[in-house]
Nanobody, 115 residues
Framework: QVQLVESGGGLVQAGGSLRLSCVAS????????MGWYRQAPGKQREYVAQ???????NLADSVKGRFAISRGNAENTVYLQMNSLKPEDTAVYYC?????????WGQGTQVTVSS
């Protein structure tokens, strides 16, 4: 059983920064990719960023230049550094991992950006 645990969310003023962390745990597995999605109230969940096993990264256009995704020394950890936060970044942020052909999700962490 694979579990994803996120941390690092919170309340921040516009222009501030937050760093989200996600750790995957469970049985032995091979992670193909890990990334982040977010869901604002009344909106669909949307893609934010991804880090692949090969080491490539990708960011949604809405966060390019402000967010960065990275992997920890351990393959099972991924970070999302969020700078220059805007009120429209307010959402529940979910960690997602593609492992052994299956997709897994964390429970989500709330990010609130005040104006």
């Amino acid at each position: 059983q694979v579990q994803l645990v996120e941390s690092g969310g919170g309340l921040v003023q516009a222009g501030g920064s937050l760093r989200l962390s996600c750790v995957a745990s469970g049985s032995a597995f091979s992670i193909n990719a890990m990334g982040w999605y977010r869901q604002a109230p009344g909106k669909q969940r949307e893609y934010v960023a991804q880090f692949t096993r090969a080491g490539s990264t990708n960011l949604a256009d809405s966060v390019k230049g402000r967010f960065a995704i990275s992997r920890g020394n351990a393959e099972n950890t991924v970070y999302l550094q969020m700078n220059s936060l805007k009120p429209e970044d307010t959402a529940v942020y979910y960690c997602q991992a593609s492992i052994n052909g299956n997709n897994y999700w964390g429970q989500g962490t709330q990010v609130t950006v005040s104006s």
